[in-house]
Every structure is written in structure tokens, then in C-alpha cells.
């Protein structure tokens, strides 16, 4: 904000920054628990479910408890799995079929259901508007509001109107200052606000950092032959190395659907590995590509995924605020889920919000009974059994790792009498480009294996072009005078987007930034080697636009 600009305020009880199932949660809790509080929800993405993207296999734990009625309501939660399939996959044409009995106690998903993440956050976020909440969608938070003993009083959108120079277009309207006795803060993963917040009030001190991967989503309708309705597919193997984690999915959902993707860990070595490349040729395996010949793609879309677990859980509550859902890093990373998570986060959240109120409190407290919460509820105790998951797979590599979880999970149901830590960054990861490997990406087919700018339109990504770039450099020199020749410039392979290019201008290199095509994945600002791309919000509304991710 400059100090020219007159921003409107609007004052509330508690103020929700996002719309995904954590926030939406703790919304309506709050309004459950006492209808006369004055609750706002915003979200940066166009309408509710605009951003969100997930696998998704959906535990109803969480669900039950916020709406034990939700079947009666009509959530869309109505594909029940019948089965898994987990392969470990060979070679690019072989691959053998685990037997139910060696799969990890956490991944049999009986209980479970195939759905959309963003149809569910949709009827969340009805639910929510049902309660008497507000729900802000298009609307980017883009500042953190501080009172003058530091602590926080609320949030700010982003002004709209701003050109590419950075002076006001006709079309300029202000943000606005939402204020609020609670700030909660639930963005999902790489919050940029809940970042701030972490490094603001240090708390991070005591844990590991967060640990991410990036997933890559397709969406296809397939042949109604082939289609097994209820069936979650799950691969590990190639075309990752014996050090690279990761893994494919591949759910039969509803109405001769299938979601498919493939994860891997932000802390892979190869510079040259392309995760969206790796995600084309995965598709051709035998295993996979058997569901999808004669079928067609109909949704593309990408986002990271914290994979951290306990060890990387921050301290969640600092004065006038707390962290929720994915923006704190609660994805339980064995079950591969979090949404259940997130929506149980919220609703502890809100109790521990209610209470303060109730109480008489104005807002000047930090609400440690917050995280005590927590600690007492069943998303610790299930964080705490998988605790090991993701350490064995960075100290053992993707196989023994795998053994290790089988024994951990099925033989010692979480409970060894250890802890293991992993304290390096994903971003320290990478080898030199001269000490690494190439790797030779076939061509996209266009049948099966597609190219970015095709998969870009499919998420109907879509940004007001004349506005500042959301994705800033430090130092504009970084990417071509160290990242090119240290590491052949990552970035134009770790995006999945595209958004990344060293071209040629008046004969020398030139790193070029197509902020438009950006999915919001936040893998630029988690995986560049130097830290030195800041991911920042667009105006509201920008960016990718799911339907039914």
C-alpha cells in the first residue's frame, strides 16, 4: 500500500484467508458453535474450488464430524473405492503387483471415496454462506495487518488496477483492509502470508523445515469397457530413480472418469529432470496406459504438496493468529491424504477461537489451546504413527524405504521407540548440471503424452496480462549468470507451467517469465536453488480456473 492510496476497511470477528476445505471448515464451525459472530472467507481464486487440486481419495473422518448429516445434504462424496491396486513398477513395460498383505497398513483405503476436492470445497463453501459466513471469492490477500505491538489484526487484498508500469489504470480500485479480532490462515500449501507469518513471529524454531512435492494432474474420459468405477490404482517405481520419491495415481472415479497424476519429491538431485515429462511417460506404462487408449483428456492442472509430516509442523498460533490445514503442513504423507486433516484443523481452529470470545477476549491473546488441541486429537496421533515415512525414503532410498514403512506400518503399527529428522531444504538438493545425467524426453504423441502449453489451456489459466509480474526476482542477474551454468537454469524444467524460459535477444541469454501461463503451483518458490523467486499474488481471480479437480 502506498501512502496514497485510501483503502476501505471492514471490520470482523474472524477473518479466513482461503477457501479451500481448512478454511471452509473453521468457518462454519465458528458459525455452528455461535451464529451472531460476523465471519468473513476470502479466497484469491475466482469462485470457490477455482484453486483447488487434488488427487483426491477422501477419508470422511473429518467431514463426519463437521456435518454428521452430510450424506442427507448431498455432499458430493459418493464414489466408494472397492479396491486397490498398488504396482511397483520395473522397467518402462514391466511391473508387479503387491500383494494386499505387503501394502502399508495406512494406504488400503476401504472406508474411503473417489472425488473432487474443489466440488467438495463448492459445497463447503454453500454450506458456509448457508451458516450466515461471508465468503469472499476473486478476492487475493495480499498483506498481513499489524497493530503496533506486532500483532496481527487482519489482512489486506490486493489493489486491482495496476498496469504492467505500475501506475494506476482507469480501471484502479483499492484492496481493502479486512480486520479481525482472529486471523486464520489457510491458503493450503506455501501459503505466501502464512510464510510471513512463520518467519515473523520464528516459528519454525523448533522443527525441521517443510518438505514438498509437486503433483501433476489429468483428468480423462475413458472407454466405459475399461472403466472400474471404485477402483484406486497407486504405482512406485520408474520412471523414478532408486532415489527420487515418488509415485503415480490413477482413481476410477464417477461417470467413466479416471484422475490420474504422478507426485514427486521437491528434493529430487537431477537438474534435468522435467517432473512434468516424467509424469508423459508414465503414462505409457503398460499398467496405465491400458485405461487410458481410446479415452480423452479433459482437465490438466498442478500443485505442491507438503510432505513434512510431525517433524515440519510449526508452532500454529502467535498473537491474533493461527495456521490451518496445508498452510501449517498437516498432510499426512503415508495415507497420501490431507484434506481430512485440513478440515479437523479448522474445526479446532474455530473451537479454540469460540472459546477466546466466548470469554470476553478482544483479540490480545495467543491461543495455545489451539495447538493443545491438536496434540490431543486423532490428526496428531495419526501424524505421529507415520512420523517415519518420509525420512526412511530420503535415508534409505524409494525401495528400502518402502520396506521400512512396511515394517514400521504393519509389523510396529507406527510405534518404534525412534524419530527420524530431515533437516535439509529441498532446494540444497541438486547436483550440478556437468555431474548429472541427462535425461532424453521423447516428443509428446498428442494422444497419451501432451506438451505444457496444451495442458496450460486445459486448466483455463487465465491473468489479467497488463498488471506487475506476481513472480519477482531478487536479483535478476541469479538466473543466467549462476543458475544456467551451474545448473542449466532448473526452472525451465521444474514448472510445469511453462512460465520459465532462457531465450535468445541480441545474441546473449535472456530469462523470460510468462506469469500468465502460471498454475499457482509454488514450485518456483520452493525449488530454486538460490530462493530466488518470490511467489506473490496476482489480482484476484487470476490463475487457474478447475472444474472438478
Not at 510471513?196 to 519454525?204: A, P
Not at 487408449?293 to 482437465?299: F, L
Amino acid at each position: 500500500m502506498t501512502e496514497t492510496t485510501k483503502r476501505e476497511s471492514m471490520e470482523f470477528d474472524v477473518v479466513v484467508v482461503g477457501g479451500g476445505p481448512a478454511g471452509l471448515a473453521a468457518a462454519c464451525r465458528l458459525m455452528q458453535l455461535d451464529d451472531s459472530l460476523t465471519v468473513v472467507v476470502v479466497e484469491k481464486g475466482s469462485e470457490i474450488g477455482a484453486h483447488i487440486l487434488s488427487g483426491n481419495v477422501f477419508e470422511p473422518t473429518g467431514l463426519d464430524e463437521l456435518f454428521p448429516d452430510w450424506k442427507e445434504k448431498g455432499a458430493p462424496v459418493k464414489t466408494l473405492v472397492k479396491g486397490d491396486d498398488v504396482y511397483y513398477l520395473t522397467s518402462a513395460e514391466k511391473g508387479i503387483r503387491m500383494p494386499g498383505l505387503f501394502v502399508p497398513r495406512p494406504m488400503h483405503n476401504k472406508g474411503n471415496y473417489i472425488i473432487s476436492l474443489g466440488r467438495l470445497c463448492q459445497w463447503l463453501g454453500e454450506q458456509a454462506e448457508a451458516l450466515g459466513v461471508n465468503v469472499f471469492p476473486g478476492f487475493a490477500a495480499s498483506e498481513v495487518l499489524y497493530d503496533t505491538d506486532g500483532r496481527v489484526t487482519g489482512v489486506a487484498t490486493s489493489d486491482m488496477g495496476i498496469g504492467k508500469d505500475g501506475q494506476r489504470k482507469s480501471t484502479f480500485q483499492a484492496g481493502y483492509e479486512l480486520t479481525a479480532r482472529y486471523t486464520i490462515f489457510a491458503e493450503g500449501v506455501r501459503g505466501n502470508l502464512g510464510e510471513e507469518v512463520i518467519d515473523r513471529f520464528n516459528l519454525r524454531e523448533n522443527c525441521d523445515p517443510q518438505h514438498y512435492g509437486i503433483g501433476i494432474k489429468e483428468i480423462w474420459e475413458i472407454d466405459p469397457g475399461k472403466h472400474d468405477e471404485g477402483l484406486v490404482v497407486h504405482t512406485a517405481g520408474w520412471p523414478l530413480d532408486g532415489h527420487t520419491e515418488g509415485g503415480g495415481f490413477l482413481y476410477h472415479a464417477a461417470n467413466n472418469q479416471v484422475f490420474l497424476g504422478l507426485i514427486i519429491a521437491l528434493d529430487y538431485a537431477n537438474p534435468h529432470l522435467s517432473p512434468f515429462e516424467e509424469f508423459q511417460r508414465w503414462k505409457l506404462h503398460p499398467k496405465i496406459r491400458q485405461y487410458l487408449d481410446g479415452g480423452k483428456r479433459v482437465a490438466f492442472g498442478a500443485r505442491a504438496v507438503n510432505k513434512g509430516g510431525l517433524q515440519s509442523l510449526p508452532k500454529l498460533a502467535f498473537p491474533g493468529g493461527m495456521l490451518i490445514g496445508c498452510d501449517a503442513g498437516f498432510l499426512n504423507g503415508v495415507k497420501i491424504k490431507g484434506a481430512h486433516t485440513a478440515i479437523k484443523t479448522g474445526m479446532l481452529a474455530a473451537e479454540s477461537v469460540h472459546r477466546a470470545l466466548s470469554s470476553g477476549d478482544t483479540g490480545q491473546s495467543e491461543l495455545g489451546d489451539y495447538e493443545e488441541g491438536v496434540k490431543a486429537s486423532w490428526v496428531y496421533k495419526e501424524l505421529h504413527r507415520g512420523r517415519n515415512f518420509g525420512p526412511a525414503l530420503v535415508k534409505l532410498g524409494t525401495f528400502w524405504g518402502a520396506a521400512f514403512t512396511f515394517i514400521d506400518q504393519n509389523i510396529f503399527f507406527g510405534k518404534l521407540p525412534f524419530t527420524w529428522r530431515n533437516p535439509k531444504l529441498d532446494h540444497e538438493s541438486l547436483m550440478k548440471a556437468a555431474e548429472a545425467e541427462a535425461i532424453d524426453y521423447p516428443k509428446p504423441d498428442g494422444v497419451i503424452t501432451f506438451d505444457r502449453l496444451s495442458s496450460v489451456f486445459l486448466s483455463s489459466t487465465n491473468h489479467e496480462e497488463d498488471q506487475p509480474s506476481h513472480l519477482k526476482l531478487k536479483d535478476d542477474s541469479i538466473p543466467i549468470d549462476f543458475n544456467l551454468p551451474t545448473y542449466d537454469e532448473p526452472a525451465q524444467r521444474y514448472c510445469p507451467a511453462g512460465v520459465y524460459e532462457v531465450v535468445e535477444e541480441g545474441g546473449a541469454k535472456v530469462f523470460q517469465i510468462s506469469a500468465q501461463n502460471c498454475v499457482h503451483c509454488k514450485t518456483c518458490d520452493i525449488k530454486d536453488p538460490q530462493q530466488n523467486i518470490v511467489w506473490t499474488v496476482p489480482e484476484g481471480g487470476g490463475g487457474p480456473n478447475y472444474s472438478g479437480m
